[in-house]
């Protein structure tokens, strides 16, 4: 049995307001899911942007 067929198995047995919150839950997982890999293309999109040679800025530039 895979896992898909393990959870349908236990949502047929559940009332509905349970369904309701593991709903909820699996749309709060894919959302971060979702959000991780948006937050990994946009680094690697700015790491390929930049070269070895490039000025690296401290905390005290930040102030000035």
């Known amino acids: 049995?895979?896992?898909k067929e393990a959870v349908v198995e236990l949502l047929?047995?559940?009332p509905d307001d349970?369904?309701?919150e593991v709903r909820h839950y699996a749309e709060f997982l894919y959302a971060n899911s979702?959000?991780?890999e948006w937050a990994d293309m946009t680094l690697a999109h700015l790491a390929a942007?930049?070269?070895a040679?490039?000025?690296e800025y401290t905390m005290d530039d930040l102030k000035k």
């Open 1 to 3: 049995m895979t896992h």
């Open 12 to 14: 047929d047995q559940m």
């Open 18 to 20: 349970l369904i309701r």
């Open 34 to 36: 979702q959000h991780a």
């Open 49 to 51: 942007r930049y070269e």
């Open 53 to 55: 040679d490039e000025v």
